[in-house]
């Protein structure tokens, strides 16, 4: 077990942001359910823990609290906004009600720099989320920090290592929020901070032989970042016992069946099978124009075909999956904690279970930056490691309407004369995602004297960090004339360029 922060889930919408930040400053980190006995923390090799923010108040019947043993591990703790409160509760002070919640930017004033604060201007500007304060401090506690709210925005007992803050480090309206965070973990808990990608592989990889022993192991390749490391680092462990299938629905992008063959089959030596299984499903969106049909259609076609291709492979024992911690998270429902709500753990349908396999996940500790650097580590190209994000559906969703095989060919020679401008101008790497999507509209055209109707492609590039909101990129002109004229010239079929403005929300990334 590595030195490991436990960071104690309140139901903050925050929770996974101090998780990552902690390991930011190569200090492992793992978020637990707020209720977890002192004991299991004691057996995991905890060097210090964080108690994280949440929408309750202390007062609230069913307020949440963590096991009183906490404080008596002889560790270090650091209580976050709602983390303070409970310190405050629990160790003997006093908390009052507030009438008004305390939210946004404050300035918090330094009375005593300590160990916390090493480093740091007397001065900072930070954020604040909360209700309730404290007004009277438990016993052997100082307070190092106040908000013009709040005398007691800070406050410490050196003797013990207990720290609490009522602003949230973690955010990035903090000024210098990591610095705070990073003299707990360093100053405070004395951890090593030499969490890093390469012991991760070299951990993983070992868990990875010991679990498998001379088993097989089945993995679905998408071409994604996820599953392409879990395949590159199962791969490392077990070489040719690991079976990567890919299938290849016919709604690819132009090329990408070749580059996944190049990639696994000649470079990395993958036994690699490749299921063509375009036909089929075409033939099953013919005739399909609604939308929440067509990815029914081809969720359910994948499953399907997954399924036969592997009794046609012959035994294993495992599928493999490339899923992330944040896909793992039993976030603490508690108000309205969005994160709570965006779970989206899906197993390829039940199909697992269906099979007698036993799932490998050796990825489920890691968040997505953590996961590209494991990819970088494992030689995998930048070109898989920081792809686009490319929906399951695939083309399925963006050709509107009806999907036939003339209007996929338009669509793909038109997306890679995008790619390929993107990537040779170098905005490929600064935006979210960009494609094309197929518009099934016929707009007037001239070609010499001659006026034909043909098809409008639409561009659409974003800038997001999440996915849950994104902005309409502000290409160069001159770029987006290349491209449009190199469409409008290249691929036949197409007349007309239109570039879309829309932010999401109201609209989403995706036209279907
Ligand atoms: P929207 O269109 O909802 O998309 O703004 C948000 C992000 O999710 C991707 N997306 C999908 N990914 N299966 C996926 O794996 C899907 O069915 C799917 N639909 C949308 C989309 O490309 C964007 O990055």
Known sequence: ??????????????????????????VYSKIYHYSTPASVLRSENVIGIILSGGPSSV????????????????????????????MGRLLGGTVARSSHREYGHG???????????????????????????????????????????????????????????????????TERGTEVLRNFLVGICDARQDWSMKDFIAQATQNIRSTVGDSRVILGLSGGVDSSVAAALIHR???????????????LRQDERKTVEELYRRHFHIDLRVVDASRIFLSRLRGVADPERKRKIIGRTFIEVFEKSLRSIGHADFLAQGTLYPDV??????????????KSHHNVGGLPARMKLKLLEPLRELFKDEVRRVGLALGLPKEVVWRQPFPGPGLGVRVLGEVSQDKLEI??????????????????????????????V???????????????????????????????????YALLQKISSRITNEVRGVSRIVVDVSSKPPATIEWE
């Open 1 to 26: 077990m590595p030195e490991t922060i436990a960071v104690l889930d309140f139901g903050s919408q925050y929770t996974q942001v101090i998780a990552r930040r902690v390991r930011e400053c190569r």
């Open 59 to 86: 007062f609230a019947r069913k307020a949440p609290m963590p096991d009183r043993g906490i404080f008596e591990l002889g560790v270090p703790v650091l209580g976050i906004c709602y983390g303070l409160q409970l």
């Open 107 to 173: 300035v918090l004033k330094i009375r005593r720099a300590g160990r916390l604060f090493a480093g740091l201007p007397r001065k900072l500007r930070v954020w604040n989320s909360h209700g309730d304060k404290v007004i009277r401090l438990p016993k052997g506690f100082s307070a190092i920090g106040a908000t013009e709210n709040s005398p007691y925005a800070v406050f410490e007992d050196r003797t013990r290592h207990f720290y609490a803050i009522q602003f949230h480090p973690e955010v990035f309206h």
């Open 237 to 251: 462990a077990i070489g040719r016992q690991l079976t990567c299938v890919f299938v290849d629905n016919g709604l």
């Open 329 to 342: 998270i039993e976030s603490v429902a508690i108000g309205d904690n969005p994160a709570a709500l965006i």
């Open 411 to 440: 669509l793909k020679r038109a997306d890679a004369i995008l790619q390929e401008e993107m990537l040779a101008s170098g905005w490929y790497w600064r935006v979210w995602q960009s494609f094309c999507v197929f518009l099934p």
């Open 442 to 476: 016929k707009s007037v055209g001239v070609v010499g004297d001659e006026r034909n109707y043909s098809y409008v492609i639409a561009l659409r590039i974003v800038e997001s960090i999440d996915a849950m909101t994104a902005d309409w990129t502000r290409l160069p």
